[in-house]
């Protein structure tokens, strides 16, 4: 895979409304993004994530740094850049609702130079991949919020652009279209489409993604695969059953030693990450104060929302990782 | 490629004149409203020797106001509306450029507003019972102005997008062009140099005085087609430097 974007440390500040005083939003962003990979763009709220995605699509000036696309400058050759980029920056607010799908498709073709007849059967085509093919000739504004995103997307693709880049695709969307835009997302990225995808839905990421960048505070904190960042994190996660509770004295003794949490449902179960093989000893000691009979220890299986939690939480991967 | 973009700004603008008719018709009557206001004002107050001349000028004015005012406000209104919608980022990420586009946007406008026009000239030449002259020397005339007009619709769109809330200035604008539209060279030679208050004069001039091609000097064609490539100029610039402001400042997608 060759290179395609690269984004290289780049810094925005925003001046605030009121006042004098500026807000950093990133500080040094860095990462490349390959030819046909599908990438995780990640953080919580206020981490840069959005300002990051403009800068790429060239709606944000950044202060520092580059992005460049396909050799392109964003900020200096920005229209050649933009021919290689399409987006889905609000969903169905990117959308015009007092047109019909079918006029909505065929104006942001136009928009890029292209007439209803070259894009037509393109259109015919992608409203029967998105079985949107009923309601082409409805106003947008009637269509129901997984259409209208459907929609969004269908538009971004029609651009013909090699990257696509989707800002929270699944954000409002019931249970069933979530799962059909998801469905439709894997279709894309079987096209040899290069996608950014930036969600908090992280069964969304884990599923799609093969590799994420995580942002916290303007900064990028973690830039691996999907697997790995999984592996790393899943190597330390234990969870212990126990046939009595813990004394305050063990609770406190967990708590103060390691990252823990305690549920007290049927049995007693202790959720545990030890950042060294040899912590489990440690642990079996201060279960061994009251005699506490341990049931089980299990390797838990780590769900990619609790690696997430953890690398914005600043809990480091052992060893040699590509976490930053 | 732009002529692809021109043809879908130009759909999108009679589609959602359709759409929200109640918009396009309300704009109509506004136009024939104003209109029929000065006509029985001239009628019943004005002095009857010049009445007929009075008329004509109004007609013709109040066409060129109206005019002024779609092609110019226009485009801060639907810059504005564009951001709150949430798709002025979309255009402002196409490889056309948003200048470009929102160029397509205003001749589209602009073409659309003249044929409205138009047809409400012929209305109210009809309720006046005062036909103007229509001759093709209109068009290289009516060409710069609206070139010129294009430049300060350029301005406007510029300010909606780093300000997007300037709907006060657009009401205080409209009473500016009132008076660059009404008032005539003869009285303020110095207006000459605003934007296309010579192209409506001149205008004037060839639908209420007969005056053709011939009677226009080479002085008269210089000025014209400088303050249009004056004010396009200025305008074109205007608006770019406004939209790296914007670009700089992430206003953009706010609103």
């Given at each position: ?45 206020g ?13 944000v ?15 200096r050759?920005r ?35 292209a ?25 947008v ?38 799962y ?52 790393l ?24 030693r ?9 049995k ?31 390797r ?16 480091k ?8 | ?21 109640p ?35 109004v ?31 979309q ?18 406008n ?15 030449m009809?309720?006046?019972g ?7 020397a ?33 009401q ?46 080479p ?8 303050n249009?490539?004056v ?19 992430g206003?953009?997608?706010?609103y």
């Amino acid at each position: 895979m060759s290179q395609l974007i690269a984004v290289r440390d780049i810094a925005k500040s925003y001046r605030q409304r009121q006042g004098s005083q500026t807000v950093k939003a990133l500080g040094g962003v860095s990462f490349s993004v390959q030819r046909g990979e599908v990438l995780g763009l990640l953080g919580p709220n206020g981490a840069g994530k959005t300002t990051t995605i403009k800068a790429i699509c060239g709606l944000v000036m950044p202060d520092s740094g580059t992005v460049t696309i396909n050799g392109f400058d964003v900020q200096r050759q920005r229209l050649e850049a933009l021919r290689s980029i399409s987006a889905v920056l609000e969903g169905n607010r990117n959308l015009y609702w007092r047109l019909t799908a079918r006029e909505n498709l065929e104006y942001f073709a136009g928009n890029r130079g292209a007439s209803r007849r070259q894009v037509r059967a393109q259109i015919d085509e992608l409203l029967r991949q998105f079985r949107l093919a009923d309601k082409g000739n409805e106003l947008v504004n009637h269509l129901s919020r997984g259409m209208q995103q459907k929609l969004a997307i269908a538009v971004a693709l029609l651009a013909g652009s090699e990257i696509i880049l989707l800002d929270e695709p699944t954000l409002g969307l019931d249970v069933e279209s979530g799962y059909e835009v998801r469905q439709l997302l894997r279709d894309i990225q079987t096209q040899g489409r290069t996608l950014i995808i930036s969600s908090h839905d992280m069964p969304v990421v884990q599923d799609l993604c093969q590799r994420v960048v995580i942002i916290s505070g303007g900064r990028v904190v973690a830039d691996d695969q999907v697997s790995n960042l999984l592996k790393l994190f899943a190597t330390r996660a234990y969870q212990v059953t126990l046939g009595a509770p813990l004394s305050s004295a063990q609770l406190s003794r967990l708590q103060a030693r390691f990252t823990a949490s305690v549920d007290h449902p049927a049995k007693t179960v202790v959720r545990v990450n030890l950042e060294h093989g040899e912590d489990i000893y440690e642990l079996i000691e201060i279960l061994r104060l009251e005699r506490t009979p341990v049931e089980a220890i299990d390797r838990t299986t780590i769900n990619f929302e609790q690696v997430f939690l953890q690398v914005i939480n600043g809990a480091k991967p052992p060893e040699e990782t590509h976490a930053l | 490629m732009l002529y692809n973009v021109l043809v879908a700004n130009s759909r999108k603008v009679i589609i959602e004149m359709q759409r929200y008719l109640p918009n396009t018709l309300s704009l109509v009557a506004t136009f024939y409203i104003i209109f029929l206001a000065m006509f029985f004002g001239i009628s019943i107050i004005g002095d009857p020797a010049t009445a007929e001349a009075n008329i004509q000028f109004v007609i013709i004015s109040n066409a060129f106001w109206f005019l002024a005012i779609m092609a110019m406000t226009s485009m801060g209104w639907e810059v504005t509306t564009e951001a709150t919608r949430g798709t002025l980022e979309q255009l402002a990420m196409s490889p056309v450029g948003l200048s470009a586009i929102l160029l397509m946007r205003m001749v589209a406008n602009i073409a659309t507003q003249l044929v409205i026009i138009a047809a409400m000239l012929v209305l109210v030449m009809w309720t006046a019972g005062q036909w103007l002259n229509f001759d093709l020397a209109m068009v290289p005339i009516l060409l710069p102005t609206l070139i010129s007009m294009i430049g300060i619709g350029y301005v406007v769109a510029g300010l909606s997008i780093i300000f997007k809330q300037i709907q006060a200035l657009l009401q205080i604008m409209q009473f500016v062009f009132l008076g660059m539209t009404f008032v005539p060279l003869s009285v303020l030679p110095w207006l000459e140099l605003a934007p296309f208050v010579k192209g409506v004069d001149l205008t004037r001039q060839v639908m209420t005085q007969g005056l053709g091609l011939g009677g226009l000097g080479p002085l008269d064609w210089l000025s014209l087609l400088l303050n249009a490539a004056v004010y396009f100029t200025l305008g074109l610039v205007f608006f770019r430097w406004c939209e790296r402001v914007a670009r700089r400042q992430g206003l953009l997608g706010q609103y």
